[in-house]
């Protein structure tokens, strides 16, 4: 299809001055508001998060938001999933179409899968740079802090806002077309929800009841795509066969401790081949590390790291159960985004939390602090919190340490710790 072509196809209100609903649903994700809030700021602001998670659906939201008070041809969508053509060509074509002068007059540039372009980072800067009348919304399903060219080129001139997979409180109210304003009133549903939604946390499976379905989706529209068509097109000298094999490892073994050496023995591959291997993995968002943090607190080691589903649900794309400890782990490193754990002789915290202060996380299916107490005094911390599989939240000091239990339920409701 020509550019002119898909322009006009992908920008339909040039001419109805609305976008479908379809592509735009009434029903908005808690991080719209953000979205929505980088209309007037300069920089370049990027979403990037896991295939299928919404990215595009908040696009068309916030342009059929933009089109209350902005002149529908100044709002430009272009989608790079199919075709990679040059970002000043598309412009050029926009142009021609709408006599809209890119150059100078103000308009939203809405860029969806850039990163697919050769060389994105550096073409979108030069644009940021010289066309200040120009203001960038960007998508992409692959790491931008592990883009280092990206990384470097946009130092300064962007945003990031990272998409994950719905909440259990945006699960619950799209499929029951319902407002929760107060968690409480809701709890028992939200907890009976719970079990149903850790399998279909996507948008577009929130309301398919048949496992075989919702299984084949996260297979082949999440990791299938990835591996098999995304990873193939940013990088030479692909094992697909080496990446579904190491998913199933991983994802069978959440929170395995990785040990290079002698997975390339079991694999019959080169340690470099396996290295490799994992990084296209960490950059697709397929799988986390999790490294151990020393006893200073200040520097973390590269053994002994820990490795995870980059968000627990993809594991059930490849298996029906798992065990329900090693899930409740992946389930906790996926919502609060872990990158550190404790680990020093036969005593171990699940999660640390290194942001201003250091917050120890442990993660149990029952009521069990004595190891975490133990820590807490040895690292001489006053805080801990302690998630299980219980219904009641909870504070209790022990000594001079407090511990907050967070029900797990509740941590996937709100989509983040809250203490």
């Known amino acids: 299809m020509r550019i002119d072509e ?24 808690e991080i719209f508001q953000e979205l929505k809030s980088m209309v007037d700021v300069r920089q370049v602001t990027i979403l990037t998060g896991l295939r299928r998670v919404g990215k595009t659906t908040l696009f068309y939201q916030l342009i059929q938001e933009l089109l209350n008070r902005i002149k529908p041809k100044n709002i430009l969508y272009f989608s790079f999933d199919e075709k990679q053509e040059e970002l000043k060509k598309v412009l050029d074509e926009y142009q021609k179409i709408t006599n809209v002068q890119w150059k100078k007059d103000k308009i939203y540039v809405f860029f969806d899968e850039l990163h697919k372009v050769k060389g994105w980072a550096s073409k979108l800067k030069i644009l940021y740079d010289t066309f200040p009348n120009i203001k960038f919304f960007v998508s992409g399903s692959s790491s931008v802090e592990l883009e280092k060219e990206a990384y470097s080129n946009l130092v300064g001139r962007h945003y990031l806002i990272k998409i994950s997979p719905l909440s259990l409180k945006e699960f619950f109210e799209l499929k029951n077309n319902v407002k929760i304003d107060d968690p409480k009133l809701w709890r028992d549903e939200l907890i009976l929800a719970f079990k149903e939604y850790l399998k279909k946390p996507f948008p577009e499976i929130v309301r398919e009841n048949d496992e075989r379905r919702i299984m084949s989706y996260l297979r ?17 000298n692909i094992n697909e066969d080496l990446l579904l094999n ?64 980059y968000h627990w649900s993809l594991i059930f794309g490849l298996y029906k159960e ?51 107490l133990k820590i807490l005094k040895k690292l001489k911390l006053k805080k801990g919190v302690l998630i299980y599989d219980e219904k009641d939240r909870k504070e209790e000091k022990f000594d001079d340490i407090n511990i907050y239990f967070i029900p797990v339920y509740e941590l996937a409701y709100y989509g983040k710790l809250m203490i």
Do not use: C
């Open 6 to 29: 898909q322009l006009t196809l992908q920008n339909e209100w040039w001419l109805t001055e609305k976008v479908k609903e379809e592509l735009a649903p009434k029903f908005k994700r």
């Open 220 to 236: 082949e529209n999440v990791i299938g795509k990835i591996i098999y068509q995304d990873l193939p097109k940013e990088f030479k």
């Open 246 to 309: 190491l998913i199933e490892i991983f994802y069978q073994n959440p929170g395995m401790i990785l040990n290079f050496d002698e997975l390339s023995k079991n694999l019959h591959i080169a340690k470099k081949t396996l290295q490799k291997h994992l990084f296209y993995l960490k950059f697709s968002y397929l799988v986390r590390v999790v490294r151990n943090l020393r006893t200073s607190m200040l520097i973390t080691s590269r053994k002994l790291q820990r490795i995870y589903p």
């Open 322 to 372: 798992i065990d329900y400890g090693k899930l409740l782990e992946s389930i906790v490193s996926s919502i609060i985004d872990a990158k550190f754990y404790y680990r020093k002789g036969n005593r171990e915290i699940d999660f640390i939390l290194k942001n201003g202060e250091i917050l120890p996380i442990e993660v149990k299916s029952k009521f069990e602090i004595k190891e975490l």
